[in-house]
């Protein structure tokens, strides 16, 4: 019987193994490592573009939690394909920042969002002068921002909103997401060449 390396000789084998072994590494470095997407909406431009493709660590959120203004790539709330407030996680994927942290209260009121480490400002109420609530600083906003909230983030739920907020379809409208839905976070962006960045 012929060893391996004997077989590896015949151009035919050598070209398949290696193909075979080259399937295997992508495979595993995209379910672990690093996974490309591409971002079909405006929902997060200026900083991500109709049509650029991004990169996301997979692995990072294994070793660190997720932090406030990261790019994370995760499901929205939704059963399917359809994405909706409920408490399961849909098979759609999309790219937001997170904005709201678990256990805070998140609103916004004259275009600013805020956050409150407490139960924040009665609903009609001032954000000034509420012990804990402080104005977010986000100079990627690139349109205008609704009023909405307050609202109370569970402790085990983070708060996802687009950069582009009057077309972000976000934790506005379908709720906070668990951490287990989060895929990765994005920390580049490789195509087209004139968009390259790393965040």
């Given amino acids: 019987m012929a ?9 035919i084998v050598d070209l398949v193994v290696t193909v075979v072994i080259a ?12 996974k490309p997407y591409r971002v079909p909406s405006g929902s997060m ?11 996301a660590s997979r692995f990072t959120l294994r070793f660190q939690d997720p932090s406030r203004n990261q790019i ?6 939704g059963v399917g394909a359809d994405v909706y ?3 399961t ?21 004259g275009g600013k969002v805020y956050v409150c480490s407490g139960k924040g400002p009665a609903e009609g109420g001032s954000v000034k002068g509420t012990v804990g609530c402080a104005f977010l600083d986000q100079p990627f906003v690139s349109s205008p921002q609704d009023d909405f909230g307050p609202t109370r983030i ?4 983070y708060f996802m909103m687009g950069d582009n907020r009057s077309d972000s379809d976000d934790s506005r409208n379908w709720g906070p997401i668990t951490r ?4 990765g976070v994005a920390f580049m962006s490789y195509w087209p060449p004139s968009r390259i960045s790393i965040w």
């Fill in 3 to 11: 060893s391996l390396r004997e077989l590896r000789k015949n151009p």
């Fill in 180 to 183: 287990d839905q989060m895929i």
């Fill in 89 to 109: 996680a849909a098979d759609e994927t999309f790219v937001k920042r997170l904005i709201g942290m678990p256990g805070e209260t998140i609103g916004a009121t």
């Fill in 23 to 34: 399937v295997g590494i992508a495979y595993l470095v995209q379910a672990f490592i690093v």
């Fill in 72 to 77: 994370i790539v995760f499901h929205p709330n």
């Fill in 45 to 55: 431009e200026p900083t991500i573009a109709i049509g650029e493709r991004i990169i």
């Fill in 85 to 87: 407030d409920t408490n």
């Fill in 154 to 157: 569970a402790n085990d739920r």
